[in-house]
């Protein structure tokens, strides 16, 4: 069976750094996209960031250009969010998934099938 496990999150004061792991596992077929996203209370889900696992093209969300990087260790199995320079406004429950289909929209979530149970990131200032 498909799953995704989210690790790394945490409590940060603005300006620090954390990086989130998934480990996949289960997965029968490739994987076309994974994502990462996150939900703050009251808020939509977010799409943070996304990358082709078989060409390395990598999405991200303006609000995160530029802080957040990421990135995929194939034999692992695991995928990875860099996160630096945080902010309050990064504060939210981050989830990873993954897609097997075609995806048209990397950033978009229902275009995925798999979602891991999320990893909390707290920022305060």
């Known amino acids: 069976q498909a799953q995704l496990v989210e690790s790394g999150g945490g409590s940060v004061q603005a300006g620090g750094s954390l990086r989130l792991s998934c480990a996949a596992s289960?997965?029968?077929?490739?994987?076309?996209?994974l994502g990462w996203f996150r939900q703050a209370p009251g808020k939509e889900r977010e799409g943070v960031a996304a990358?082709?696992?078989?060409?390395?093209?990598?999405y991200y969300a303006d609000s995160v250009k530029g802080r957040f990087t990421i990135s995929q260790d194939n034999a692992k199995n695991t995928l990875y969010l860099q996160m630096n320079s945080l902010k309050p406004e990064d504060t939210a429950m981050y989830y990873c998934?993954?897609?097997?289909?075609?995806?048209?929209?990397?950033?978009?979530?229902?275009?995925?099938?798999?979602w891991g149970q999320g990893t909390q990131v707290t920022v305060s200032s």
């Open positions: 998934a993954a897609s097997v289909g075609l995806v048209r929209v990397p950033l978009l979530g229902k275009e995925y099938q798999y």
């Open positions: 289960g997965f029968t077929y490739p994987r076309d996209f």
């Open positions: 990358v082709y696992p078989r060409g390395d093209s990598t």
